[in-house]
């Protein structure tokens, strides 16, 4: 590789920006078949709740155009069994977690924060916030900045100081830079966006929906242009909050694309399901597509796309050997 | 690409194969690809997962299809069976010899087999019949006898029967519309079969509704039965979670499994047949389900600090994601069925 790809996870630095999206690739186990876990930036790994979970009833998917819709439920064995067994799997394999952690009240998210604050080699915690708040009537957390608020200033104050906490923003809300705000005052160090849309669809021969949850999230490709439509937007109005961004990246030319909207990491996640050796292939895709156009430093074009035309061409100019 | 699982048994490979051929068998198309480490590799019962519509394609998810056979010929190629029922399939029977297919495999765990020489019926509905041959032709290997019960709706989609009536000890067919064998469906003559071969074990494959038949059955005349089932899936390898099904542990515990790792081979009485769909209320982490250790405080999932249950000794190092301590197929309730 020549370019530069070290990218930093709030203070934390990672050698490349490419990391797996949450519930997309389970604890990295099954993903370490086809590619080197400890080649990407980061395993993401499946959001993972207090007690186990069965989730939701299937069919949990359906195919879409360019897309998928899945209603799995978080499904997961607790934060028991992934402190026990998944955790340090990935640790034996060299590879850096970023643990995802989802809860029904803001209690459970605190007590998960500190669960694995006395665990050793978690690189960050990205906090699943598009869960219903079963004390609220149900009314997902991602789409309320009090909510929201609530439960990053309950994740960070229990996770340890060293541990950077990222919430992960649901595109379904109005004012997205009003929750990112929210959670950034709330003490967030960063931003992952974006979750699933959610969306819908009905079998015409049967009649019925074809989700056994009715709706169901939307990812994959069809979403990409709405990811960076929210990457831009939080950047242009916190420019110095480090974003994950995802949604529908399926080419180190998407990623370098949320790159330049204003992410400096980037995660796959459907497209692992087309092709499991994605992760490793986009980011040597980005490298290529970085080198073609003369830019020896990721770090140099993260929201580039801000900067007004004159000067992105200068810069780039720069750059040309 | 990697080939170890962390069980140390070879783990599947994704590799860009050329087409060799794609045929017509009567209402499915055979589809043979050079893909020489998923041969190696394979044990039947298996199943590669392709995708579909080529490097642009809009449809994201892969394709399922159990392999039928392997040959040594080309360094090692796969064949496949599949019926162009939708717009992934159809895509695939417009292939030509040369195209290049993205094919990973050989996924999921295979049939076991016995180690004593035992009469088999094996049972297929459908393209269902795909996996079974070359599951015989291991069963034979081994002393076994072999005995076929094929169905499907007409003469044209029961799939192999020629090979099934040359290779069985016996070969007996169905179809609904009574076009080839006798008319009626497999479980019709099952116990009919079951009685004449002196069935130690069955092994079948079809749709659901039709294995959930068969394991009743087998129930009923108190023989072991291995089923490979069908469940939607969108990646293959055991990362999405969509393939569900609820299963019954070794230790009494019903849990949500995936069907593409910890399957698609199961014994048939594992699986609830009548909860395919549902999760039931005694599944592990089933909305307001609790440990029977008691450990926990009150109060459904939400304030529940779960210990028990999800984990336990002996997890195959495939399992994750809450599926658990399912038995291994390759111990069929029955003394001297082994690996
Ligand atoms: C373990 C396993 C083995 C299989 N073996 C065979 C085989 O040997 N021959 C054969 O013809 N078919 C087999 N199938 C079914 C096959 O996967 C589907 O028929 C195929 O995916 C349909 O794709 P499509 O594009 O034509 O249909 P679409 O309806 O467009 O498929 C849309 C999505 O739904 C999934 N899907 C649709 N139907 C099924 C189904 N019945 N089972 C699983 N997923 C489905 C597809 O994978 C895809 O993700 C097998 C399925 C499984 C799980
Ligand atoms: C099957 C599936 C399961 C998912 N599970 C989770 C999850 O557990 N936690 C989470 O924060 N996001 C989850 N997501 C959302 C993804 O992490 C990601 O935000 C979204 O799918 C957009 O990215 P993509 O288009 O690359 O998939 C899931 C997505 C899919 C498709
Ligand atoms: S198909 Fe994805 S986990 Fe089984």
Redesign the pocket.
């Known amino acids: 590789m020549g370019t530069d790809m070290r990218t930093r996870l709030g203070h934390v630095e990672l050698p490349n920006p490419i990391l797996t999206?949450?519930?997309?690739a389970g604890a990295g186990r099954e993903l370490a078949q086809f590619i080197d876990v400890s080649k990407i930036g980061a395993v993401v790994t499946?959001?993972v709740m207090l007690a186990p979970r069965a989730g939701r009833p299937t069919p949990r998917?359906a195919e879409t155009p360019s897309?998928?819709l899945?209603s799995?439920g978080?499904q997961g064995p607790g934060i028991d069994a992934f402190l026990q067994r998944d955790l340090p799997w990935l640790l034996s394999r060299g590879a850096r977690a970023v643990v995802?952690i989802?809860g029904g009240t803001v209690e459970e998210f605190a007590e998960l924060a500190s669960r694995l604050s006395d665990a050793a080699g978690v690189t960050a915690i990205?906090v699943?916030i598009?869960c219903p708040n079963v004390e609220h009537r149900g009314q997902v957390f991602a789409c309320d900045p009090v909510a929201a608020a609530a439960v990053i200033e309950a994740v960070r104050g229990r996770a340890r100081y060293d541990i950077p906490v990222f919430a992960?923003l649901s595109p379904d809300v109005t004012d997205i830079v009003a929750v990112a705000r929210a959670c950034v005052a709330a003490g967030a160090d960063g931003l992952s966006m974006?979750?699933?849309l959610l969306g819908m669809a009905i079998d015409c021969d049967t009649m019925r929906p074809v989700l056994a949850g009715v709706a169901g999230?939307l990812?994959?490709?069809a979403?990409?242009p709405v990811?960076v439509r929210c990457v831009w937007q939080v950047r242009e109005a916190l420019p110095d909050v480090p974003i994950i961004g995802?949604?529908?990246?399926r080419t180190g030319k998407d990623a370098l694309e949320l790159i330049l909207a204003g992410a400096g990491l980037v995660?796959?996640?459907?497209?692992i399901f087309h092709d499991p050796s994605a992760c490793e292939r986009i980011l040597r895709e980005l490298d290529e597509e970085l080198a073609r156009r003369g830019i020896d430093r990721l770090s140099d074009v993260v929201g580039l796309a801000h900067e007004p035309r004159t000067a992105t061409g200068r810069r780039l100019a720069r750059n040309v050997p | 690409m990697r080939a170890q699982d962390a069980d140390g048994d070879a783990g599947p490979v994704q590799v860009r194969g050329t087409v060799l051929t794609v045929r017509r068998v009567d209402a499915y198309h055979a589809m043979t690809v050079v893909a020489p480490g998923i041969a190696a590799r394979f044990r039947p019962g298996q199943f590669v997962a392709v995708a579909v519509g080529g490097p642009d394609s809009a449809m994201l998810l892969r394709r399922a299809f159990s392999i039928h056979d392997v040959r040594p010929d080309h360094g090692g190629t796969v064949e496949f069976v599949f019926s162009a029922s939708g717009p992934g399939t159809r895509w695939l029977a417009g292939l030509r010899s040369r195209d290049v297919l993205d094919v990973a495999g050989p996924l999921g765990r295979p049939f076991p087999v016995p180690r004593d020489p035992v009469s088999c019926l094996l049972v297929g509905g459908g393209y269902g019949s795909a996996p079974l041959f070359a599951l015989a032709g291991k069963l034979r290997d081994r002393g076994c006898k072999v005995d076929f019960l094929l169905g499907a709706a007409s003469g044209d989609r029961v799939f192999g029967a020629l090979t099934a009536r040359r290779t069985g000890r016996t070969a007996t067919i169905t179809t609904e519309d009574g076009s080839l064998g006798a008319r009626g469906v497999v479980t019709d003559m099952l116990g009919q079969v079951i009685h004449e071969a002196r069935t130690d074990v069955i092994y079948a494959c079809g749709p659901m509704p039709m294995l959930r038949q068969v394991t009743l059955l087998a129930r009923r005349y108190d023989l072991p039965v291995q089923v490979a089932v069908e469940e939607a899936m969108?990646c293959g390898i055991g990362v999405?979670?969509?393939c569900v099904l609820p299963v019954v542990g070794t230790d009494g515990m019903t849990r949500m499994v995936r069907s593409c790792v910890d399957g698609p081979v199961f014994r048939g009485e594992q699986i609830r047949w009548d909860d395919v769909g549902t999760i039931p209320f005694d599944a592990v982490g089933a909305p307001g389900w609790e440990p029977r250790s008691g450990r926990l405080p009150r109060g459904g999932q939400a304030a529940a600090g779960g210990r028990a249950g999800a984990t336990g000794p002996g997890h195959g190092a495939r399992e994750s994601g809450g599926s658990g301590q399912q038995a291994r197929p390759g111990s069929p309730g029955r003394p001297g069925h082994g690996h």
């Open positions: 999206a949450s519930g997309c499946k959001s998917m897309g998928m899945n799995i978080l995802s989802a990205e699943n598009s992960k974006i979750n699933t999230g990812s994959g490709p979403i990409r990811a995802m949604g529908g990246v995660a796959v996640g459907t497209t | 969108a999405c979670m969509t």
